[in-house]
């Protein structure tokens, strides 16, 4: 008997979460073919999938269920080798297991025999090290608190973007109520459960834009920086963690490592699913260094960045948050072409939190949205 998908029930005040599902009754170490073909069309059609009870499962299990949803991969980490430059945003945040390196260990504790790490002190990432403007220190107490980054699980320099990224969940803290605020004068905020993973779909992101921002979107790339993670590692972000505060604080060239120009990352900024065919909003807001519009770039920093951030902002909406509640054991796999991705929660040295994450570069570049694909949404605007 196959496994039984149960679609997310979102609160009244997320009516605008219309992805996610549950999975009760499924053991990943003994997953037959027939189960994972399954399971491979529910990634893409729910986003993001919760498996529930999977407390023991191995490293090299999650690694190879991974490699799976992309067979043609290239066997490196999403982020290649930039999570070990001492520099990089995201080096704090992670550490390979010796043995397993595709599989990264990161949560808040301190762990011990572990994989093969005889010691380590993992720490929570908190937007106090990221964002320009910070909650204080009594208000972090007061279980206040923000999204971390937005974003999807890639390099964005010579390599492209895993197609999916899992989230095993060994360890949470203690559960408690903590409230995300977005501080950008909307007055927004969100009760979460501390440490949740906080999630967006770009489906979603793209069919709620006014139809001159979906027309614009279509004809439009996006231009990540070289050497992304370092080039804006004395940058800071906005406080809803969609995108950095222009300030001039981006590396220049010659502060950055040697960079090809065959590596750099130009992507459509619209993305179609692979098995629904719908049309996806697939940014990294805080990587971006320009947009070309029409064939001409726009050139200045801070106008791209305020573009993408109308364009986004409404994406991230409470409303259209979906921030997931970890259970001991739960292993979570998700769209990472589809969606957009936060940590959240400010933690107290005394919380205990420990996760692998796996994600693989892919050979193959995001599917590009065609004329075809687009046609609909001109005529939904054409009869109305």
Partial sequence: ??????????????????????????????????????????????????????????????????????????????????????????????????EVPQVQL?????????????????????????HKDCLTKEEMEAGQTRFYRWHMDAALYKLNPPKVTTLFAIKNPEPRREIVRYDDSTGDQLDVQLGTTAFISGQRAFEILPQELKELAFKTKVKYAAHPYLWMSKAKARSTGLGMVSEGKELTKDQLPEINEEHIKIYPML????????????????????????????????EVRELLYKIQRPAISPENVFAHEWQDGDFVIFHNRGLLHSVVGSLKDTDERVFHQCNIASADDPIPVTEADFAPYRNIQASA
């Fill in 106 to 130: 990161l949560g808040h504790s301190i762990v011990k025999n572990h994989f093969g790490i005889e010691e380590k002190k993992l720490t929570h990432p908190s937007h106090t090290v990221f």
């Fill in 1 to 98: 008997m196959t496994f039984t998908l149960e679609p997310i029930q979102p609160s009244p005040k997320q009516s605008g979460v219309d992805f996610g599902a549950i999975i009760n009754d499924l053991d990943l170490e003994k997953i037959s073919p027939e189960d994972f073909e399954k399971l491979f069309e529910a990634v893409y059609t729910y986003q993001v999938i919760v498996v529930r009870n999977q407390g023991h499962i191995h490293p090299k299990t999650q690694y190879e269920l991974t490699k799976r949803f992309d067979p043609q991969n290239i066997d490196i980490y999403g982020h290649g080798s930039m999570h070990n430059a001492s520099e990089s945003v995201i080096s704090r945040d992670i550490s390979p297991l010796p």
């Fill in 271 to 302: 993305w179609k699913n692979p098995v629904t065919g719908k049309i996806h909003l697939q940014v990294h807001p805080a990587a971006v260094e320009d947009l070309i519009i029409d064939g001409k770039p726009v050139g200045n920093l801070n």
